[in-house]
């Protein structure tokens, strides 16, 4: 079955840069779009973007300046950058697969708890 | 502020009828998606393409819309149905997604 699996760093300082990946597993990267969504404590659902299979990204316009995603398909597994955090970028961090074209996320992962230091 | 709203909380007795639902202009143009999320865990697809359940879904969870409204209806709600519930859409001004701010039921 379609499994997602985030990984990277639970603490990252402040200014610096999350890195996160997430490994896919139980289905090609082909025909969707794979994305992140995070969620700060206690909060609701933020997107943050998505990238193609073919490398294509859509980004949410306020986090834009400071986002990069990127895809490995012959890897199975895409990645997040969110530079210059701040404690407001504290959230659980989930990858999620959708459906090219539309909004439906169909597949998501645990998520990863990332704080950000001072 | 989120373009599509959502009650902050709705309660439902055992067994009852309870409609949860979304506002926002973007849903004139484009179908509601709704999620299920219990406390530490991922959401869960619940209801797409306004009115279709993955397969894992009870039949209880129905959707629908009108206008700049959708609507989740779970007929006969489940003591496992308490839980937060977001919609989410494409957004009407651009490309991005959205997401409502989250309906927390409570099942009595």
């Known amino acids: 079955q379609v499994q997602l699996q985030e990984s990277g760093p639970r603490v990252v300082k402040s200014s610096e840069t999350l890195s996160l990946t997430c490994a896919v597993s139980g289905v090609s990267m082909n025909a969707y779009n794979w994305g992140w969504i995070r969620q700060p404590p206690g909060k609701g659902l933020e997107w943050i973007g998505y990238i193609s299979d073919t490398g294509s990204t859509n980004y949410n316009p306020s986090l834009m300046s400071r986002v990069t995603m990127s895809i490995q398909t012959s890897r199975n597994q895409f990645s997040l950058q969110l530079s210059s955090v701040t404690a407001a970028d504290t959230a659980v961090y989930f990858c999620?697969?959708?459906?090219?074209?539309?909004?439906?996320?169909?597949?998501w992962g645990p998520g990863m708890l990332v704080a950000v230091s001072s | 502020s989120s373009e599509l709203t959502q009650d902050p909380a709705v309660s439902v007795a055992l067994g009852q009828t309870v409609r949860i639902t979304c506002q926002g202009d973007s849903l004139r143009m484009y179908h509601a998606s709704w999620y299920q999320q219990k406390p530490g865990q991922a959401p869960v697809l619940v209801v797409y393409s306004e009115n279709r359940r993955p397969s894992r879904i009870p039949d209880r969870f129905a959707g629908s819309s009108s206008g700049n409204t959708a609507s989740l209806t779970i007929t006969g709600a489940q003591a496992e149905d308490e839980a937060e519930y977001y919609c989410?859409?494409?957004?009407?001004?651009?490309?991005?997604?959205?997401f409502g701010g989250g309906t927390k039921l409570t099942v009595l």
């Open positions: 999620a697969r959708s459906f090219a074209g539309g909004s439906t996320i169909d597949y």
């Open positions: 989410n859409s494409r957004a009407s001004t651009n490309d991005r997604l959205v």
